[in-house]
């Protein structure tokens, strides 16, 4: 008997249902009429999953994630399913990150063939020798050019810095020494290991419904999950940065810079995990926006370029705020930054700002519901992250300016900081 719920926000006027297959995979049905059908099949694995088995024994190589995410569209028969897709008139991708990797679909037409080709090319690898020889080559090209990329180095630059032991300090696309290493039954290892459908979750938003998504499902899927656990593996990790400072030469008019900043305090409740994301976006908001003090401070004192950005990431064990831009006096910018934080931690944030940023948050996550991939992605990561899309309207409404003074006190340590600038050759 099928385990299916269904999710309502009266707010928004929507709803999404979960079900869960048979065979294991959960699946969100998110109904949205829109002229364009989004889908996507993920896997909760990504670069910093490095071991084949629960007790750590063998080791993958670096980049094995992403190497197999290229490898899955090559089929048995010769044909490659990225041309599939365009036969059907549809726009497919995928793309791997630190923690997950995911295939996806865009279409207005022809949905359920596109979605039987999605479950059917992820689900049955195929490898050979020679075909894994060929994208050693390929993947050794792209990897040349992300070494001769300088935004590339200066982020990975930033996470070597933070990071003593953590695989998130590796590049997501292995080295050209350790793609080497890969082999088919490496690739088939991984696959078995790692795409499990229990470990999976197929999301569709578009003008589908659910028993529509449901009979494709059933045609395309077995009907009895398969046993087995996915192994996890714990990193122990200093609670202070490695390096404060990396640096390197490449190809740019002036410096840029990318401040990371190490969060050594990861909720292990989802639920607490959401709360913390949304005061920090709510505080990256009133701290590095345009219309920030601290930004005016910046760039009217000639310290920065106009574009700065600030990024939060946080999983289930790494977290981190990485700050970025250009500038002719990086180590400057870093001090300001300080300065005007100490300040802020004195004399206390405003509340008006608060509440004019948390409005700001707000509003991109009802605006999120106008696109189908928003929606799709967005709904993905909450998947993975074990919780529920609607209850972040709530989470937001419920900050108060306590949670985002609390960040302010403890996530600013000096000693949990790097600089990485990748200065003109």
């Known amino acids: 008997m099928r385990n299916e719920k269904t999710y309502q926000s009266e707010l928004l006027g929507e709803q999404y249902t979960v079900i869960r297959h048979e065979s294991g995979l959960p699946i969100y049905v998110f109904p949205k009429k829109m002229s364009t059908t989004y889908a996507l099949l993920a896997t909760d694995y990504g670069a910093v999953d490095a071991t084949l088995d629960a007790a750590g024994a063998r080791p993958l190589p670096a980049g094995v994630a992403h190497f197999l995410e290229h490898k899955l569209f090559s089929n048995e028969d010769g044909t490659d399913s990225f041309e599939r897709f365009s036969a059907l008139g549809a726009d497919a991708n995928a793309y791997t990150s630190h923690t997950r990797t995911v295939y996806l679909f865009s279409c207005t037409d022809r949905f359920a063939e596109s979605l039987a080709e999605l479950i059917d090319f992820v689900t049955h690898p195929y490898f050979t020798e020679e075909s894994v020889a060929k994208e050693q080559g390929i993947i050794g090209e792209e990897i040349r050019m992300c070494l001769d990329n300088p935004y590339d180095r200066c982020y990975y630059n930033m996470l070597e810095g933070l990071y003593r032991n953590h695989p998130v300090k590796t590049d997501i696309c292995g080295s050209v020494a350790s793609i080497a290493e890969i082999t088919p ?3 088939y290892d991984t696959h078995s290991t790692y795409y499990r459908l229990s470990n999976m979750a197929l999301v569709v938003c578009g003008n589908v419904s659910v028993q529509e998504v449901l009979d494709i499902a059933d045609a395309h899927l077995p009907h009895v999950a398969a046993e087995g656990t996915v192994p996890r593996r714990t990193v122990p ?55 920030s003090e601290l930004y005016n401070t910046l760039y009217d004192g000639g310290l920065i370029s106009p574009e700065l950005s600030a990024d939060y990431a946080l999983t289930r064990d790494f977290g981190f705020l990485q ?77 108060e300016l306590a949670d985002v003074t609390a960040l302010l006190e403890e996530l600013f340590d000096p000693a949990c900081r790097t600089l990485s600038v990748v200065h003109p050759i």
Not at 245 to 256: D, H, L, R, S
Not at 346 to 363: K, N, V, W
Not at 379 to 385: A, N
């Open 237 to 291: 990790e200093p609670a202070t940065a490695h390096l404060p400072t990396v640096t390197e030469q490449g190809n740019v008019a002036k410096p840029i810079f990318s401040i990371g900043v190490k969060d050594t305090h990861i909720p292990e409740d989802p639920y607490r995990r959401l709360k913390r994301d949304a005061a920090m976006a709510i505080l990256n908001e009133m701290l590095f926006s345009e219309a």
């Open 323 to 399: 700050i970025a831009g250009e500038s002719e006096r990086p180590e400057e910018v870093v001090e300001v930054i300080w300065s005007y934080l100490e300040r802020a931690r004195r004399e206390g944030l405003s509340p008006s700002d608060f509440e004019r940023c948390r409005r700001i948050e707000y509003a991109e996550y009802i605006k999120s519901f106008d696109s189908t991939e928003e929606i799709a992605n967005t709904l993905l990561s909450f998947v993975f992250e074990g919780a529920e899309l609607f209850s972040y309207a709530d989470v937001i409404l419920g900050i």
């Open 185 to 187: 039954q490496i690739l």
